[in-house]
């Protein structure tokens, strides 16, 4: 089959979030399974890995206006059990010259209905240029979402994309793409879309909306989130449609490059070690200590994070809990940015836990290399996650995931219990009493070191690596091929 696939940010070249590694990994696992793959992107002019050469360029209508698209060619590099696919990136210095890929700190940049509706019609364009006729255009989030509305609209009579299904992988239904209502017709389409079964929201344009609408298929990056968001308490105010849609609907989890996360063969560690020997394990404890500047004592655990600070992701709880957490024999590294609110207590807390407690505000990839694997456990309490990864990372470095039951994080933690089975420790009330009882069960076991290396052998010994999910993505392709298509 011919695969399309469509996305605002690819690993190694754009990123901003788990998408970035879904698209760089995904594609590459599927064309190992046989099927021809071809990725395309926007061309952004801080990619991290310059891409050269002169483009093709098409004239893409949005509205009354024509802007042209330059479009380029690269690869996205081999990974594990994957094979190098070809990417497309597509370029406008007018829409994709800019510092960041969605917003600045003052917020979105207000033409991203006119940048992704730019992105959404080129990808199809340059499709038809390059002569990939796809049988499966596979769309994910609300950037690419409206590509499935100008198939089942505007292009439902062409003969070049007759056949082809289009699939929606939603990988946070949180962010939706909302817009004025006027901006349906600014994109091109008619504004008869502005109805409640089709893109209007309470007032707004909804990107995502319209691609929930007029897809083939719809999946979720797990089963349970797949599940959580036909209810109104996760559904975002789309659990109507969604239920409505619920036998297009699946759930396949997302899986894990182990060729970047390893802990036998990572670059970034102090000290490599497996499952048959573990001894690496404290030296890289001791050299992430060192890089936070926080004291080494053996024996005590050591809690990391890597996270946005947001509200979502459990915050919440931490700034409620800290307190009380800080009284434990316990050490906690934290690593992310987000909302101002969490930049500015963990700023406050700098010296009253400096023995305990060290935070940097930023990303950085190797850290977060070094956190995985210098940590005993690692966190996550968030009130809602679609899948997770870090989770799955922190299974293959011996670290013991501690997450609240939602989402991804439920599919893949399961419950430590007295016959030595589970990997991690999960909780279900979203409270902070809720979190301190799983970490205090955390902190007992990890007294027990006989039963805590069994814990952390169970956890190594999980396969999360991509092979499984794109096996999942291929069967649910062509599953999709049987469907009578959407008009």
Not at 96 to 109: A, I, N
Not at 137 to 144: A, E, M, P, R, T
Not at 200 to 221: M, P, Q, R
Not at 321 to 346: C, N, S, W
Request: overall charge negative.
């Amino acid at each position: 089959m011919n695969i399309l696939f469509a996305s605002s940010e690819v690993e190694p070249f754009s990123k901003t979030g788990g998408l970035a590694d879904v698209a760089g990994a995904l594609p590459a696992a599927v064309a190992a399974r046989g099927h021809e793959v071809a990725v395309m992107t926007p061309r952004y002019s801080g990619l991290r890995k310059p891409v050269k050469g002169k483009g093709v360029k098409i004239d893409i209508a949005i509205g009354s206006n024509i802007h042209t698209a330059e479009i380029i060619e690269g690869a996205i590099p081999a990974s594990t059990g994957g094979a190098e696919v070809p990417i497309f990136f597509i370029g406008n210095e007018e829409y994709f010259d800019r510092e960041e890929l969605y917003s600045t700190p003052e917020g979105d940049y207000p033409d991203n209905h006119l940048r992704f509706a730019f992105f959404a019609k080129a990808l199809l364009e340059t499709a038809r240029e390059i002569g990939f006729k796809p049988d499966i255009v596979h769309l994910n989030d609300w950037q690419s979402a409206i590509a499935a509305v100008y198939l089942k609209t505007i292009s439902v009579k062409d003969d070049f994309f007759g056949p082809t299904r289009t699939l929606l992988t939603i990988h946070n239904l949180g962010y939706q793409g909302l817009f004025e209502p006027e901006t349906i017709e600014a994109v091109g389409l008619p504004q008869s879309l502005f109805d409640v079964e089709a893109m209007e929201f309470y007032g707004k344009a909804n990107f995502l909306k319209g691609g929930i609408v007029f897809s083939d298929a719809i999946n979720t990056v797990s089963r349970k989130y797949a599940d959580e968001i036909q209810t109104p308490e996760l559904g975002a105010g789309l659990d109507g449609i969604l239920k409505k849609r619920a036998d297009r609907l699946f759930g396949i989890l997302n899986g894990v490059d182990y060729a970047n996360w390893n802990p036998e063969t990572d670059k970034f560690i102090a000290a490599n070690y497996s499952p048959g020997d573990m001894s690496g394990k404290e030296s890289c404890k001791i050299d992430l200590l060192a890089e936070f500047g926080l004291p080494y004592n053996p024996g005590k655990p050591l809690i990391g994070m890597i996270s946005r600070l947001a509200g979502q992701k459990g915050f919440d709880l931490i700034e409620k809990a800290l307190p009380e957490l800080m009284i434990r024999d316990v050490q906690m590294v934290i690593l992310g940015t987000g909302e101002k609110r969490y930049h500015d207590f963990f700023g406050s807390l700098k010296d009253e836990y400096s023995e305990k407690l060290a935070v940097k505000l930023t990303y950085d990839n190797a850290l977060a290399h070094k956190i995985e694997a210098g940590s005993d456990m690692f966190l996550m309490p968030s009130l809602y996650e679609p899948c997770g990864l870090n989770q799955m990372y922190s299974l293959k470095y011996g670290t013991v995931p501690i997450v609240r039951a939602t989402g991804g994080l439920e599919d893949t933690i399961t419950e430590w219990n007295a016959n030595g089975d589970g990997n991690g420790f999960k909780f279900h009330n979203y409270s902070p009493g809720s979190m301190m009882k799983s970490i205090d069960d955390a902190l007992k076991l990890f007294m027990d070191k006989s039963s805590w290396r069994k814990l952390e052998a169970n956890g190594m010994a999980g396969d999360f690596s991509w092979g499984s999910s794109a096996r999942s993505y291929a069967e649910l392709y062509e599953k999709m091929m049987t469907f009578g298509r959407l008009s």
